[in-house]
């Protein structure tokens, strides 16, 4: 209490009790000081609330508390002290108060009751509420509103929706509170359904047309993404109020039609029936960034400055968030920096509009001003900074972030450890994400999703399987990002046995309708070699077969030689209207270049970009090297790779170099093979198959010459590399690799066999040189 106020308050005191000492009396009386003590606490803390001085109130009421007094307060007092409580959301004060409430003897009525009720349930305390609740010898609408809204507001929307059914079998019709929180509740399941059932409820109902359910059927059917029923709503309604034009217009923000938004946002403005506040220029400047309109942006900007809201925290927000989307980082600087008193969520905005593009210096200078501010970052800081790591490459700053969120205690939030796991994936250190991964307390779905992507795009394959068997034994669910990505797996390795299984798994859990795991199917089956399969699951999709399908399927037959099956699925697809990708087109090259149809093969891909505006790229360049060399077209196919737009990969020279030595064409190898050692100049492979052209070829100085350089070099031929499955368990080898731990009984076996061989009479073919 301050100083100011308790002055007042004993003034009161005494001019009472002077009052009361002319008129002596031996018992309590409105003339005693007992009383008189009574009555000055409930009209001073009644006074207080009156002017939502709910603090003070309350300070007063912990005042006489600590003096001891055995005092009471009028019914009517106590409620507004459960109001203040109900304003601040102190649930500790509510609890004081009503403690007091109880030991005081006076009988709480089912309109004080309901202030208690509605205070826990604006508290968050719905088990003290639901207690309450039920011990209520009376119960009234209000009873029942308060703890529908108490449910409703703390996100529990199902028992609110059970109660307020409930309600309706006890006999009482709602008022259009109840409706209102009943509806909100609906908001949160996202059950359109049953939306729609309380929407005919509140047509049947006599106070169904307030404003109060309108607006929460507004926001009820924008939130489940049915922006033209609600809509229909707002064009309906007789009388709308700010909330109804603010919850439309945020609707089709959100709902992707920013048009929409911005027409009625001018239409509002040009009734003049509602000033627009701080929420309403945020949906409008979210709307401009939706389509990257910075010059509506910058013209509602003005307005806002009109308003005399250039300097709020939530519109100056939404407006940096505009102009970043927009591509303009300086205005999104400037409106930033123009916020009186940014938030955390002001900061984290920012910080993310810089992190996205990669500029992660500007994210961590932003991010040391937060701190000098004296906020305390959140995980979503600490992910925007992760993010800015992750675009721009930047292993070092990704540690040095890493660092300081172990610092400020972020380290154990599940969220921040995936931001991790990606951040070091896609910076290349996919050992230190392994390590971070073992080291999690916890697993989400996104962890497992995370390390599983990290273990594929840096191809250890084998990988993803052990960490399947470990979801396995742990029972963690698997969605269809999962499969997706162990069906990845089993493409990459040839593994149909698991893609089988998968396929079963994904039966039973009813994933097989997802268009993701479909086409994750039809890739495995195709790659691994399983091509009935893969055309019978296509075909049981129909007409639900998308781009990816059929280019799954088409690259699938080109790849295994069936290049008439292929070209027959690419000339259906263009016959349904469905527009190829750059991946059918590799297919269809592919195919092409398996039967030498390299006149076809060169015509599709002079037709990519003119009818499909599909721009070449080097897998499309690298399939006609491979169609114009197979054909023993080296001259055209060399020429080809020195007039494309942009630097042939080494992929492009190997297959011109392999040509070479099957047309035994030693010009052509000698400069594919320099191509490859520009790029690569420790690759084995172009060496090996330059010596092997000049043995074949008898140029056997060359040969020798180029044997010493080999040795001079260090270069060796990189081992290969096999899988094998024994008893569920795939085991990778290597040449000369004794990693394995069965490794020295496979190693005594293979002598065995070896020596059986010879036994046999089985002479091996000498090579023509040796490493």
């Not at 940014?342 to 905005?349: F, I, K, Q, T």
């Not at 070479?660 to 490859?676: M, P």
């Not at 031929?717 to 899988?723: A, V």
């Amino acid at each position: 209490m301050t100083y100011n106020m308790i002055t007042s308050f004993r003034k009161h005191q005494r001019l009472y009790f002077c009052t009361s000492s002319r008129h002596p009396s031996p018992r309590p009386s409105i003339s005693s000081p007992h009383f008189v003590t009574q009555q000055c606490s409930n009209d001073f803390i009644s006074s207080l609330c009156r002017q939502k001085r709910f603090r003070e109130a309350l300070q007063a009421f912990h005042s006489l508390r600590a003096q001891k007094l055995n005092f009471q307060l009028h019914p009517s007092t106590y409620a507004r002290l459960f109001l203040a409580c109900s304003q601040l959301k102190s649930l500790h004060h509510g609890r004081l108060v009503h403690h007091h409430l109880s030991d005081s003897g006076v009988a709480a009525d089912v309109i004080l009751r309901n202030h208690i009720l509605n205070m826990y349930g604006k508290c968050g305390s719905l088990e003290e509420a639901r207690q309450l609740f039920d011990a209520m010898p009376e119960r009234n609408l209000v009873s029942w509103t308060s703890m529908i809204s108490g449910y409703s507001q703390n996100h529990r929307e199902w028992e609110a929706v059970e109660l307020y059914v409930e309600m309706l079998r006890s006999g009482l019709a709602p008022d259009q509170f109840a409706l209102g929180s009943v509806v909100r509740a609906c908001s949160g399941l996202s059950d359109v359904e049953l939306g729609k059932q309380l929407h005919c409820h509140t047509v049947k109902s006599d106070c169904g047309a307030a404003r109060i359910v309108q607006n929460a059927l507004i926001s009820m059917y924008s939130k489940s993404e049915r922006i033209e029923n609600a809509s229909v709503v707002f064009e309906r309604m007789v009388e709308k109020d700010l909330i109804s034009w603010g919850s439309m217009i945020a609707g089709f923000a959100q709902q992707g039609c920013e048009l929409d938004a911005l027409h009625l946002f001018k239409e509002m403005l040009d009734m003049g029936v509602h000033r627009p506040n701080e929420f309403l220029f945020g949906s409008a400047f979210s709307a401009c960034g939706g389509i990257v309109q910075s010059g509506l942006g910058e013209q509602l900007h003005g307005l806002s400055i009109k308003f005399g809201l250039e300097n709020d925290t939530f519109a100056g927000c939404s407006l940096s968030d505009m102009y970043a989307r927009c591509g303009r980082l300086d205005c999104a600087k400037k409106a930033f920096y123009s916020i009186d008193m940014p938030d955390l969520v002001s900061w984290n905005s920012i910080i993310n509009a810089f992190s996205c593009v990669g500029l992660i210096n500007e994210s961590i200078l932003f991010f040391s001003e937060l701190r000098d501010f004296g906020l305390q970052p959140d995980d979503i800081t600490a992910r925007c900074l992760l993010c800015a790591c992750t675009v721009s490459d930047s292993l070092h700053q990704g540690q040095l972030v890493h660092s300081c969120i172990l610092k400020i205690g972020l380290d154990l939030n599940v969220a921040v450890q995936n931001a991790l796991l990606m951040m070091y994936s896609k910076c290349s250190d996919l050992s230190t994400a392994l390590d971070l991964f073992n080291e999690m307390n916890d697993w989400d779905l996104v962890s497992w999703n995370t390390i599983l992507t990290a273990c594929l795009q840096h191809q250890q394959s084998e990988e993803v399987f052990w960490l399947l068997k470990l979801m396995r034994s742990l029972n963690s669910k698997l969605d269809q990002i999962t499969l997706n990505m162990i069906l990845s797996a089993c493409a990459d390795l040839g593994y149909l046995e698991m893609g089988n299984q998968v396929h079963a798994y994904a039966l039973k859990v009813g994933l097989e309708a997802d268009s993701m795991v479909r086409n994750g199917l039809i890739d495995t089956y195709a790659k691994c070699g399983s091509l009935h399969d893969a055309r019978k699951l296509f075909d049981w999709m129909g007409n639900n077969c998308d781009v990816f399908s059929w280019s799954s399927l088409i690259v699938g037959y080109a790849q295994f030689g069936y290049a008439k099956e292929s070209l027959e699925l690419f000339a259906c697809m263009q016959s349904l209207g469905i527009r190829p990708n750059h991946v059918t087109f590799v297919g269809v090259l592919t195919a092409c270049s398996r039967v030498g149809l390299v006149d076809e093969g060169c015509y599709y891909y002079s037709i990519m970009e003119d009818e499909h505006g599909i721009v070449p790229t080097r897998e499309h360049c690298s399939c006609v090297v491979d169609l114009l060399a197979r054909a023993g077209r080296l001259s055209e196919a060399e020429r080809f790779i020195d007039q494309m737009p942009f630097e042939p990969a080494v992929v492009m020279w190997k297959t011109l170099l392999a040509a070479c030595r099957l047309y035994n064409n030693v010009e052509i190898g000698k400069r594919a093979a320099e191509g490859i050692l520009k790029i690569d100049p420790s690759n084995s492979a172009a060496y090996v198959l330059l010596c092997n052209i000049y043995a074949s070829s008898g140029h056997w100085d060359d040969f020798a010459r180029l044997r010493k350089l080999m040795k001079r070099s260090g270069v060796r031929k990189s081992p290969g590399k096999s899988w094998i499955k024994v008893r569920g368990e795939v085991s990778v080898f290597i040449v000369e690799d004794k990693s394995h731990p069965a490794s020295e009984a496979i190693y005594v076996m293979l002598g065995l066999l070896g020596f059986e061989m010879r036994e046999s009479g089985y002479a091996p073919k000498a090579s023509r040189w040796h490493e």
